[in-house]
């Protein structure tokens, strides 16, 4: 069966693994390659390699780091239907989300682009006579992204582009769920004309994680995953003294006011809810109706719902696909038993579908009259599961979203200026929709939430990216009278 390596020093690892894990095609159920797990020394090798890439990349040009990562881009954007394959045979989504992926990871490699624009210092002339004073940005030194099954593709392009572009080298460790998409992006890497070594990817599972945060030449990591892992990562990490930011689950709401538009807040929590089939951070899991909302919004809901085409993710008609994983969908299903013992009321049900195909299907599922005290409502499922819960007023709205432990994103539809603008102003989350259901920041602003959606102080990519891969220094200089030597008529290379 195919075997899915590490990559180190610009090629694929040569030695067969101690451990393997299996990959699974999630729409057929079927094991389709397995995955090396990286020991010890395998991490060590990769951290080595890094290490001894690094004095050479750190002192590239810009000029030069900014060409690689435009060839990175034009090369992603000729395979970007390679890459969403991968992602719907091994994750499961639909080709179009897929896609959309694909794109969402590209716009950072394009922010990481702009590199030389990013990074610049500040300089202040005469603090003193003949003295001035600058700072500048410079990079950690090796540094790693530990990803999540969810996004293979994007998540890993939050960190490494610009942790690269900023003179960083990178241990990459995806998940070991669906670790094809990584490989591609670093052969990617290498034709665009990376140096080996810079970029290098472990596959692997808990085993290489902790290498990689007790490692002592590893300066930083950014993960990203559940919320106990990046709690966890956060502690071990700073313990040893590593800069870390560590990005958590999540549980989404979206708050309906009575005056909404009704069908356009239908249609954002069928799309939000069950795009991906909920295996989103961003993904919406809680619709809170404000006063009699509820009434007006879950029929058009439901009318949605019997919409969606659920199925193997490569039919270009497919809404959603299957769970990534059996566990998973096991997990998600046994949270719908849940539900109805608690006393939920279960107004569509995607349980049946589990027993039509071998792949690891949930159909969409919505529950209303959904306690705060209910599983279903405190736990992150992560699946096509919506649960409502009723509220009187705006005020019992933002008291559930004050009390609640995630602060990912969230979203309130509205017609009332005045209630949206008083509602981003005190909302004690990330990343703020008004109207909007998944409101992601695009490239040039930061991706992160608050509480235990995000550990750390900086958030991913973005300008806060650039602060989290750099560290600034400021030097202050005293110099006589300067005087160029020597004759060159042409024009200055950069290189
Ligand atoms: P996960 O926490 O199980 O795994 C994330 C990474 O950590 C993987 O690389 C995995 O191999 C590794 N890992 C797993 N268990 C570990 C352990 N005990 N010790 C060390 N490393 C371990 O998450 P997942 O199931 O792959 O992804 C889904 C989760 O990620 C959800 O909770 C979702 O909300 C979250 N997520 C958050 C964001 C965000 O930006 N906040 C984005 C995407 C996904």
Redesign the pocket.
Known sequence: MRLIQHWIGGKPHEAEPERTGPVFNPATGEQTARVAMASVADVDLAVRTAKDALGEWRNTSLAARTRIMFAFRDLVNRHREDLAKLLVSEHGKVINDARGEVQRGLENIEFACGISQVTKGEMSENVSSSVDSYSMLQPLGVVAG??????PAM?PMWMYPLAIACGNTFVL?????DPSASILSAELMQQAGLPDGVLNVVQG??VA??RLLEHPDVAAVSF????P?ARSIYEVGTANGKRVQA????KNHMVVLPDADMDLAADAAVNAGYGSAGER?MAISVLVTVGDAADALLPKVRERMKAIRVSEGSAEDADMGPLVTEAHRDRVAGYIDSGVDEGAVLVEDGRPLIAESDGFFVGPTLFDHVEPSMTIYQD?I?GPVLSTVRVADYDEAMKLLEDNPYA?GVAIFTNDGGAARKFQNEVPVGMVGINVPIPVPTAYYS?G?WKS??FGDLHMYGPEGVRFWTRSKVVTSRWPDPSARGKNLGFPQND
């Open positions: 530990i990803t999540p099954f969810n996004f998540v460790k995806p998940s070991e769920k599972d808990k994680v902790d990203v995953g559940s919320t892992i990005l958590g689950g999540a951070c992150e992560f990912n991706f939430g959606s995000l």
